[in-house]
């Protein structure tokens, strides 16, 4: 199998690029699409698509790991002694035609054949997430999806981790991963094209992307008798919550007893820490009291909007 070579990006402009993504599902809507993102959900990527939503600006890790797809690309050549190369094309697979790809490089090695290059950095906080084996989940299905449209066997992950430390991941491809992507992205793209969203979920994209959509109320009501049953199950669940805050509570009460005014206490399995600390924090209300024309000038109101459920019976 081979990918077809949609459209050439020699030339094309970020925003001819972002049209093109519209067309398709690429390696970064992935991990969205399968929960996986810590940084967008299924329906931000789903409005995207049918135009509802303009794509974001690259933030600035974003924009420094563009910058630095070369030098990667480069080390990683420079350490392995293979050849790799630019695929100036966003890649369709011949047969699922809405799985795109635009893959950082292609690997040319004399005994395997064509492989993926894929360059990524990252900062020295993160360093744990590449220790020994481990990859991040949204990079190796990311990876995995450029291997099902291109119909290549194996690929490479180059990090470059705070600036100073250099790693190289193998992955090879999994069919159960493959089919288990095509599954998912058909079903997504079919609610593209019905123009159907996908649930909304937990998610702190999810939550940001609410507050985006709908940053003001205004004093309309709205009957919602379908949502009787969603409320019960939150009212349910904000009730397991204060019980299980107030136990897990109790519990560090009682082992901060045991402890007394030690600093540190040792189980077989775990280390237990109760250190004292000094917080600095700025009294709010003593400045705006001394300094009522200075607070006005300095104080910035941001919008937001507090969600309720009430007893209707109670509210009467």
Known sequence: MTAIALAST????????LEYRKLGIGGSDVSAIAGMNRWKSPIEVWMEKTGQLESKELGEAAYWGTMLEDVVAREYAKRSGLRVQKRNAILQHPKHTFMLANVDRIIHDKDR??????????????????????????YAIQVHHYLA??????ARIAVLIGGNKFEIKDIERDE??????????????????NNTPPEIDGSASSTELLKYLYPNSNQSS???????????????????????????????????QMMGENETAYTLTHKIGWKSLITNRFDTNRFKTAHKDLYKEFVNETPSRRFTVGDIKKLK
């Not at 449209?149 to 194996?154: A, I, Y």
């Not at 019960?232 to 299980?244: A, G, R, W």
Request: aromatic share 8%.
């Open 10 to 17: 020699r030339n094309m402009t970020r925003e001819q690029w």
């Open 176 to 193: 159960e991963i493959i089919d288990y992507l095509v599954k998912i992205e058909s079903d997504f793209w079919q609610k593209v094209q």
């Open 113 to 138: 054949g064509r492989g993926i290059l894929e360059c990524k950095t990252t900062n020295e906080y993160k360093k744990g997430e590449w220790e020994e084996e481990k990859i991040p989940e949204e």
């Open 222 to 256: 709205i009957e919602l008798p379908e949502a009787g049953s969603m409320v019960e199950e939150f009212l349910m669940l904000q009730e397991m919550e204060k019980t299980i805050g107030t136990k897990k509570d109790s519990i560090a009460n009682q082992i901060k």
């Open 149 to 154: 449209v291109t119909g290549l066997q194996f």
